[in-house]
């Protein structure tokens, strides 16, 4: 991928600390991201995600759905009765912060892959672009090119490997609840709610 005036600008975003992607947006997350909350809060990955099925409204990221025994699901950050992140204070911002999800590292850069799961281009975020959330983020000293890169390269890979685990689990011919699913990735589940 070439760096250019486009993408040394978006490289150059700070977070205005507004916290609309913490409380507007999905968080989608991988199975390397619950295993790194679940170290960081102690909370049982139950309890930090939810499940929700296909709709129109959802951004539809087509491979990151697994079936369930009642349908398609993809997998979130849990929210709060509000619709805030579960780690969003509003005083003190993300208390989760070092464990936070790739998603949330990369954030307002979309990173494009290719079929082979190789970075292709960077974009700002597409929540932004479509006015889903108004982002605060302006154009200051921001990251470096090599700082960002070894970030999304880290996601692009923990995302290849999550792909990989939904595609065994798809495979398999009984494809159970939510809890299943966790226990499936390697999660003890604490609570009996199965959706
Ligand atoms: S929406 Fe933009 S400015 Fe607001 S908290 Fe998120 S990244 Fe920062
Ligand atoms: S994990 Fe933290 S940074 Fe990410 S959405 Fe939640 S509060 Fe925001």
Redesign the pocket.
Known sequence: MKINKRISKLLKLE????????RDIQVDITDADLIRLVKHTGISADRLVRLYGHNKNDRDIESDWFNLSYGKRAIVLNKKRNGDCIFLERDSGCIAYEARPMTCRI??ICVVYDEDHDIVNLEKSEVITDKT?T???SGKTGQTYEDFMTIARQARKEHALFLHMIDKWNSQTDNGNKNDFLRFLGFKVLTHTSK
């Open positions: 977070c205005g600390q507004c916290s609309s992607c913490c954030f307002p959330i982002c605060t983020c």
